[in-house]
């Protein structure tokens, strides 16, 4: 291949896989004897088991068992958890009801495990499956948060009481109420965010093995975190001690925030495998990942925002309700506090912010991160008042957010974050001039000769990626710290190895990661291998999700370089006699400076491993590790422009043109960068045009297949133009900032603005389905008529 | 059960099972050839497509019963590391794939639809339309439509040199 | 998918016999509903006899001034068809809109019209068109084996072979689809027969599976155009309502489909 560095637009190396067939995706392995499990789910949204019989399942031809959550829990397995305190603004902790892999007594969420059959094939599964009976009690069911907070709606967990998880809140609330008593004009929205199904292609999956002689366990499952899974079997879950627990996440088809989790099928696959004295797998059809994948957003909110007469914002006020479903997912309870509020003061300068969220127990899928994970729900929130407000107040929409945006760094936001870097005029400026915003009147004009009803909307978001550091986070009520470690292998041949922790599903790190290294030592990029997700080869990793692989993993990357080079250097001084501080590294060489003496690093990997002859008292061999901690978020920023065109006739969007302008700090990578900006924007235009995860009063999910859940097909979405700015981050060394989950967030308000615009009427909930703008284009031209 | 013989890539292969078993099952679980992948239950998601007699066709739903006598060629049938289809090489080319999962399914359409259109005559619009049938979840679909425009450039070119 | 046996048959009349013999016997088009539906354990038939490599059951042929399309002939097989693009421009185009191209390798129109899903394409045309469905026992007026959703007037050992469509001197098709699934919201095929009657049905919207609009013929045979048939709606009290269209959404669309229809006959 070739040197390839920091900003080369270099090929991936895994895609040679991909492309021939050659992919290994958990579904693909196999362990010799194994056996197929399949779930019995409950049918009901809110039941007492009463009883279950399995003895025609049993006596079906290859039926190995059928388990049940009384022998689960006579095992001493433990309940699945959520991993991160959050304490109510009255200073109680959070109300968390108890969730087992296989329930016994009473179901809350339709789709819920209440039984495991483990048999021959997954068809003799499945059908055993079908036989086993369960007897059920029906209990009333709520699926709509503001219900469940209703006196007299059904009461989900004991622990919880009027179905309130917690009631938190952030900002100064005197402060945003005087703000309020000052304002010349406020703008005031209810604003829900659609809940969504995550998607990724591959479904879940996992293959357990035990060893009875060993008494260890392996698993393969689709993981975003490996370490994080084996952590949390072991130490809460109790199915098997760390060290006799070896997980591996394989290539893994996608994940979005929905394979963080460690959900109950792994959980039960891995325990039976010992139980039953067989390897197990399972593998997700469709309909039970829209049943028990972690839905995303989810979002009923109030908001409101003072100006004074000036058109400057003095404060912002925000009440959520947040459904998180029937039980607590792993993330469920950061998404809607640290992870959102904390992004409401956007990308302006807000004197007072007062957020209050209440989390809420429903008879609905867990709801936990999805991609961009409470960022994109803020980033809604605040893109539609500032769009509204505009209107309201009669300035253009960029005008209005100018004349508030941040400009002098670092500031400190009243709701937590210090913002390190930006210039936000800057990608304003590049998004509009792309999108030329200023000949928008004549297409618009143009699209209405033509029965079209065209529309323009803006959204400039910020994020906060690469959650750091892991003090601060703690101390916020996280379970775990949020560092990233690297181990960089030299081989004594000088091809190199990097183990890192995080994981990659689709992020290209086996490129990006090499890329380091090519530009570090002007080595090939072939010459480097990323070894992941495998916790017998990593020793510990916190894995990929938040946009954090760029920020924290590949800072521990260079700092265990910095390292292999310092060490690489000595010997090469060593062995040239020369001065360490005269050895340059430069194309795969290292060279005495001012002088034609060199070796090659190959030469130095030998010399440290043959270590005849190393500097005294150096140890033999070039293997260095690294943590990496990061001293704060990385904030990426920019500016979306969606340009739409109605058919006023059957309420259909087309998205005729959207612009992005993108500061993501320093790129490794900008072909990479870009796949990932496309499949964010893809996301939040589902989000924004299509998606929606919808329930029947009682709790039935009706969009638990493809037929009824729409996600964007290639037809339903532009070729977007993007740009990038970049303010290095100055809180990591590569001065990065992440770009995973932007797309997301900056895509559903400017779509939404532009359908509003283009309809002149602003009273549109996402999805902004057909028959909804149909709706509300019939309204505006019967009120046009009047 | 009942014994099902094809052609799969090129070699001649029979195998027992049972009649519910759906095409992809065979080639999955009784042959091995795990390029092909299960994304749905509905028949919309389009990572199983593989050729049947030269033709796309979602191999979960389809009966292995159905294909017997058949010609099949899986995206391992296409072309390998080392010779690649110049829609795999496109693909890699034009980064049109993130986590792979989908790609088997969406190679083995696009090959289907330049055949069925004549390399060189597609355009943005038409391969959009065309990939009706295959869910991405990463890509947001823009790289892939630049990867099979491409490729189906450069057959057209190669059909030309080759005249 | 629950255990089921499968026959290939290799006539009309052995497909019918093996049928007759099976204990809840279904025959196998191209599997395009039917194996989605068995997968997702829905249906669960004992015996499944496979038409698809009878010759007699396959292919295009003219029929007087129209065509005769083999019950086994695939939707890309009608969409491609040369006979079928000159004669009835607005068949070949449905056929060339249903499912994506994958399936339409696949799915048949025997298999399409057998199954009568509310929301599948074909019995459209068949309506519009005054097709002859051609069974081993019978020929029946399309309206007549039509029966609602999901029923045919079918007897349980009897086999489509054949769909004879007369010539028309127009015919097209508009769908608005069902943004998740692509299936139809609302489909409608407008068609001028070749004695100059002008004939107007619904898919997708209609409770009972397809509907002709009277009103809209009626209009269209005075006055051949899109206003003609502008003010026109359904009652929205017979129309389909799920979470993606409300009934009255949905009677927007057919008046909306059958102007764009309208237009694009010519």
Known sequence: ?786 | MTKVSMVLNGKSVSADVEDRTLLVGLIRDVRGLTGTHVGCDTSQCGACVVHVNGKAVKSCTMLAAQADGSEVVTLEGVGSANNLHPVQAAFREHHGLQCGFCTPGMIMSAIDMINRHGAGNLDEKTIRHELEGNICRCTGYQNIVKAIKSASDQMAGMAQAAE | MYETTYHRAGSAAEAADLLAKADDGKILGGGQTLLPTMKQRLAAPSDLVDVTQIAEMKGICADGEGVAIGAATTHAEVASNHLVKSKLPGLASLAGGIGDPAVRHMGTIGGSIANNDPAADYPSALVALGATVVTNKRELSSEDFFTGMFETALEEDEVVQSVKFPGAQKSAYAKYPNPASRYAMAGVFVAQGSDGAVKVAVTGAGQDGVFRMNDMEAALGSNWSADAVSGIAPNADDLLSDLHGSAAYRANLVTVMAKRAVAAAG
């Open chain 1, 1 to 786: 291949m070739a040197v390839e560095g920091i900003g080369a637009r270099a090929l991936r190396k895994e895609d040679k896989r991909f492309i021939t067939g050659k992919g290994k995706y958990t579904d693909d392995m196999t362990m010799p004897g194994m056996g197929y499990a399949a779930f019995v789910r409950s049918p009901h949204a809110h039941a007492k088991v009463t009883g279950i019989d399995a003895a025609a399942a049993l006596a079906m031809p290859g039926v190995d068992a059928v388990l049940t959550g009384d022998q689960l829990v006579g095992d001493g397995i433990g309940n699945l958890i959520c991993g991160w305190m959050i304490h109510s603004k009255d200073g109680t902790p959070m109300k968390m009801g108890g969730w087992r892999a296989l329930e016994p007594e009473i179901v809350r969420h339709v789709g819920q495990a209440v039984a495991v059959v483990i048999a021959d094939t997954q068809a003799q599964a499945r059908d055993a499956a079908d036989a086993v009976v369960v007897d059920y009690e029906e209990l009333d069911a709520v699926v709509d948060p503001l219900d469940a907070l209703k006196d007299g709606a059904p009461q989900l967990h004991p622990e919880a009481e009027g179905n309130l998880i917690f009631d938190w809140e952030i900002g100064d609330e005197a402060a945003t109420n005087e703000a309020f008593e000052k304002a010349a004009h406020v703008t005031k929205m209810e604003i829900h965010n659609n809940r969504l199904v995550p998607n990724p292609m591959e479904p879940r999956a996992a293959l357990a093995g035990y060893d009875d002689a060993e008494e260890h366990y392996t698993l393969y499952t689709t993981s975003q975190n490996p370490h994080v899974a084996r952590l949390v079997l072991s130490a809460f879950y109790a199915v098997a001690p760390e060290h006799k627990l070896r997980v591996i996440a394989p290539d893994v088809g996608g994940g979005f925030g929905s394979k963080i989790y460690i959900y109950p099928e792994e959980m039960v696959c891995l325990w039976a495998s010992k139980r039953v004295g067989r390897p197990v797998k399972w593998v997700s059809d469709r309909t039970e990942a829209f049943l028990t994948d972690a839905h995303g957003r989810d979002h009923r909110s109030e908001a409101e925002l003072a100006l004074d007469a000036d058109n400057k914002i003095l404060g912002f006020r925000v009440k959520t309700v947040a459904n998180i479903g029937a039980y607590m997912s792993l993330f469920s309870s950061s998404v809607p506090t640290y992870l959102y509020a904390t992004l409401l003061s956007g990308q302006y300068d807000i004197p007072a912010i007062h957020a209050n969220v209440k989390a809420v127990y429903t008879n609905t899928t867990p709801v936990d991160a999805y991609r961009g994970a409470g960022r994109p729900e803020a980033t809604y929130l605040v893109e539609r008042m500032m769009e509204t407000a505009s209107r309201e107040v009669g300035l253009s929409p960029a005008e209005f957010r100018r004349k508030n945006f941040i400009r002098a760094f670092p500031h400190q936001t009243p709701v937590i974050m210090c913002y390190d870097a930006g210039d936000y005029d800057a990608t304003l400026d590049a998004a509009l001039k792309a999108a030329d915003y200023d000949g928008f009147a004549a297409r618009k004009a143009e699209a209405a000769s033509r029965g079209k009803l065209r529309g323009i909307g803006l959204s400039c978001y910020i994020e906060a990626c690469g959650i750091a550091p892991s003090a601060a986070v703690g101390s916020l009520g996280a379970g775990v710290g949020l560092w990233e470690s690297a181990e960089v292998r030299v081989n004594p041949v000088g091809t190199i190895e990097v183990l890192t922790g995080s994981h990659s599903h689709g992020q290209g790190h086996e490129t990006t990661f090499a890329q380091l290294i090519s530009e570090r030592f002007g080595l090939d990029t072939d010459s480097v291998s990323i070894v992941h997700g495998d916790t017998d080869k990593v020793q510990f990793g916190m894995g990929t999700y938040g946009s954090r692989s760029g920020a924290v993993g590949m800072s521990a990357i260079v700092k265990a370089l910095d390292k292999v080079e310092s060490k690489a250097k000595k010997i090469a001084a060593h062995l040239m006699e020369a001065a360490e501080g005269d050895i340059q590294i430069e194309g795969g060489e290292l060279k005495v400076a001012g002088t034609d003496k060199k070796l090659t690093f190959t030469e130095v990997a030998l010399a440290a491993y043959t270590a005849h002859n190393l500097p005294e008292g150096m140890e033999p061999g070039l293997k260095e590790g690294a943590f990496y901690d990061p001293t704060n978020f990385t904030f990426p920023a920019g500016t979306y422009v969606c340009e739409v065109e109605i058919d006023p006739e059957t309420g259909k969007t087309e998205i005729v043109n959207f612009t992005a302008a993108d500061d993501f700090g320093k790129i490794i990578n900008p072909m990479i960068v870009e796949g990932q900006v496309h499949g964010g924007i893809t996301q939040g235009i589902g989000q924004a045009l299509l998606e929606n995860a919808a329930y029947d009063e009682g709790g039935q999910l009706l969009t638990a297949s493809y037929m009824d859940y729409t996600m964007p097909r290639a037809d339903d979405v532009p070729s977007y133009q993007l740009s990038t700015h970049v303010t290095e981050c100055p809180g990591n060394p590569l001065g990065m900032k992440g770009c995973g989950e932007a797309g997301a967030l900056g895509s559903p308000p400017a779509v939404i603005n532009a359908i509003t615009d283009a309809l002149g009427a602003n009273a549109l909930t996402m999805p902004a389905t057909p028959e909804r703008v149909w709706a509300l284009a019939q309204s505006g031209m019967k009120q046009a008529a009047e």
